[in-house]
């Protein structure tokens, strides 16, 4: 078995408990079901779909449960050389009926099925590389063997082609309960991802989520926020005390003075900032409240103007309608007038 099988020849290593991380993830994803029926695929080739799925086939494995890898990429498998197995009889051998040397035989899919060195992980290859591997998935025998494998495994992986490419993924993304793309760093293209996932959507599949591989990240950054994956740190033994040199304690004292420098500096850059910041809202309100006693003060005025000149119109009214001589009334018209009066107020 080549390194490639990283969980398992290196368990205590960042990667491998990233993948034990993805494992519980999907773990939790469907637990109604008996066995758990997952695809990995990608996008395009070269992003380490068949990589990741080897090893998080093993991750399960590990974990106690009974686990079957199949190699459903039949134009280009890889499973076989990373376990370093022989990839005949196969997935295409079993749906095609057609043995590794070209004769038309009836073969069980369990037959196919191989152990392979890690404890409770089990191999089904791909076979023979055939001409029409897209047809053979879409035959009733695909769905025989996931009725078959899903009664004696817990875990059923297979590691699809690229959906971008051709349809073998697709076809089994409608078969399986979830599937997981695998993507690569500064190499997948986003709208790549999107049509990738428009195929699988279409056809009925259920995206599960999406694996970024291939991400730039040291060992030793990593183990920094990841205590646990610090396993080669060398620890001092009881007998012997260390003690820092008088250089290093100066260096140290350096440090902490130049970080109280950097914070007092970050101080005062704030300080001033909020001071310049209350300096323009205070001349904002005092702008504001200018420009409204003014407005209030135009209004007071023209108010008070109106008034004026109504007061003078009405003035005008006055002298205008007053008679300008006197108009004398004879005495008998006058009394005429006032008995009327009188008996209009009776």
């Not at 404890?119 to 695909?142: A, Q, R, T, V």
């Not at 989520?209 to 740190?233: C, F, H, P």
């Amino acid at each position: 078995m080549k390194k490639e099988i990283i969980t398992q020849s290196d368990p205590k290593s960042p990667i491998s408990e990233v993948f034990r991380a993805l494992r519980t993830n999907i773990q939790f994803m469907n637990r109604a079901s008996d066995c758990q029926t997952i695809l990995i695929t990608s996008t395009v080739q070269a992003e380490g779909k068949s990589w990741t799925s080897a090893n998080l086939a093993t991750t399960f494995a590990q974990s106690g449960s009974k686990t079957l890898l199949i190699d459903a990429d039949m134009r280009k498998p890889r499973q076989h050389k990373i376990f370093q197995m022989s990839n005949v009889p196969g997935l295409s051998n079993y749906l095609s009926e057609i043995n590794d040397v070209g004769r038309r035989q009836k073969i069980d899919g369990m037959d196919c099925v191989k152990k392979t060195e890690v404890e409770n992980l089990y191999l089904l290859p791909s076979g023979n590389i055939p001409p029409n591997p897209s047809e053979l998935l879409m035959s009733d025998k695909i769905i025989e063997l996931i009725d078959e494998v899903t009664k004696n495994f817990d875990v059923v992986i297979f590691d699809g082609a690229p959906c971008l490419l051709v349809t073998d993924s697709t076809i089994i993304s409608r078969l399986v309960e979830s599937t997981i793309l695998v993507t690569s760093y500064k190499y997948t293209k986003i709208d790549d991802l999107k049509e990738a996932k428009k195929r699988i959507k279409r056809v009925g599949g259920n995206i599960a989520g999406v694996v970024l591989n291939r991400v730039e990240i040291s060992n030793k950054k990593y183990e920094e926020k990841y205590y646990y994956a610090s396993t080669n740190t060398p620890t001092l033994k009881a007998d012997k005390k260390y003690r820092p040199s008088s250089r290093e304690v100066e260096k140290y004292r350096e440090k902490i003075k130049k970080n109280e420098e950097d914070d007092d500096l970050d101080f005062d850059l704030r300080s001033r900032k909020v001071t310049e910041k209350t300096r323009k809202e205070e001349d904002n309100k005092r702008e504001e409240s200018v420009t409204k006693a003014k407005n209030d003060e135009d209004v007071n005025k023209y108010i008070n103007d109106r008034i004026e000149d109504t007061q003078r119109q009405i003035q005008d009214e006055i002298k205008n309608t007053k008679f300008k001589s006197r108009v004398e009334v004879p005495s008998d018209k006058a009394k005429e007038i006032l008995d009327s009066i009188k008996g209009y107020k009776d």
